[in-house]
């Protein structure tokens, strides 16, 4: 089955009691029994539930996956993974990142004991550098947030697996639609299913795919005896979301191209990071493991001046300024202030996240509109 059918199909059956084509919303949280012990497969739905059940099913399908976990958030599928450790482990982790899981890693698990490596790895050999006998986890985000820096998984996959290591990958940027790591050699898939996932701003959802049974298994018992599960209702809106993220993906690259090259083209635009221009350090490594490049974008003005960036995204009319991003709909920000505030300023700027940074995540609306939305912006 081809992905683009996948997305509708993969991994779901019609409903068992009357035939329904979209799996129902089981919103119960118990299940009748005949004898102790004895039920349909569903006994509380901390534990299973037929709707979650349904996505999970998808999400595994989607990433070429066996086992597919839906949890509470993004941020609840990444302390999932990070559960698998104990104190005195060592995670190897991309250094441009996530805001909020940089906060979970330094903020909550530090202080159990367990040390992460913040490092730059445009160029996975470096990863081998920092391997040592207590490192159990390498921590990969390509597309990264917000540099759009790219990784390659495949060298990072054979590094992990040479010294018997976990590599798990945060996909989000790219959907299963541009890049599945699994096929590549990760372990781990993770999504903030909140995102193109789901695609139209409306659950907060995570996920997260294996193939590797033994690894399932410890997952599924962190998932329910952790209990950050996602309900039915949202389930059933990741699900709708997932039949039409082909053709959402599309459109998010198509527009993601041209404005791209609108902004490389400005005389007031210093530097733009997009994977598909051939100026991105690692464009052939996005080449070579991604489809397409995706419709999150990130630039910096001449000047690197902060006043002038808020200007910016404050007179956007069609780019929403908002957290988030993968909707439908075009979101602009500014990441020191908003998605990445919670990383000192210092460590920002190391990897680029400077004051003057926007961030686009370009929706599929006629992409005529949005340039000249930012043309009336950055005047």
């Not at 991309?94 to 530090?110: A, H, M, Q, S, V």
């Not at 018992?221 to 949202?234: E, L, M, T, W």
């Not at 020191?336 to 940074?357: F, N, Q």
Request: charged share 20%; aromatic share 8%; hydrophobic share 40%.
């Amino acid at each position: 089955m081809k992905f683009n059918t996948k997305t509708i199909h993969g991994g779901q059956e019609h409903d068992t009691a009357f035939g329904a084509v979209m799996p129902p919303i089981y919103q119960t949280s118990t299940y009748a029994q005949s004898t102790p012990g004895g039920h349909k497969g569903f006994e509380y739905s901390r534990t299973h539930n037929p709707t979650r059940a349904a996505l999970e099913r998808a999400f595994a399908s989607l990433e070429s996956g066996k086992h597919g976990l839906a949890f509470g958030s993004g941020l609840a599928s990444i302390d999932a993974i990070i559960k698998l450790l104990k104190p005195g482990d060592e995670v190897i982790s991309t250094n441009d990142l996530y805001g909020g899981t940089y906060r979970l890693f330094t903020k909550i698990y530090e202080r159990f004991g367990v040390k992460f490596h913040f490092i730059g790895m445009e160029n996975a050999t470096t990863i081998e550098d920092y391997i040592n006998e207590n490192t159990k986890l390498i921590w990969v985000e390509t597309p990264t947030n917000p540099m759009m820096n790219v990784i390659d998984i495949k060298k990072a996959a054979q590094i992990a697996k040479k010294h018997n290591i976990l590599l798990a990958v945060d996909n989000t940027f790219a959907t299963p639609f541009l890049q599945r790591p699994l096929e590549l050699g990760a372990d781990i898939v993770m999504h903030s299913a909140t995102k193109y996932l789901g695609g139209h701003s409306d659950v907060v959802m995570g996920a997260l795919v294996v193939n590797d049974d033994e690894l399932a298994e410890k997952l599924y018992f962190i998932q329910n005896a952790s209990g950050a599960i996602c309900g039915p209702q949202d389930s059933f809106l990741v699900l709708r979301g997932l039949k039409t993220l082909h053709v959402r993906m599309q459109r998010h690259c198509e527009n993601g191209r041209k404005i791209a090259k609108y902004l490389s083209n400005h005389p007031k635009i210093e530097k733009v990071y997009w994977p598909g221009l051939e100026s991105h350090p690692n464009h052939q490594v996005a080449k070579d493991q991604m489809s397409d490049f995706g419709g999150m974008i990130s630039f910096v003005t001449k000047g690197n001046d902060y006043n002038e960036a808020i200007k910016i995204v404050e007179n956007l009319k069609i780019f929403t300024l908002a957290e988030s991003l993968g909707g439908v709909e075009s979101l602009a920000g500014h990441p020191a202030s908003m998605t990445h505030a919670s990383i000192p300023k210092e460590e920002r700027e190391k990897t680029g996240v400077v004051d003057s940074l926007i961030r686009l995540s370009v929706g599929i609306e006629d992409v005529d509109d949005l340039i000249a939305d930012l043309k009336q912006a950055i005047g």
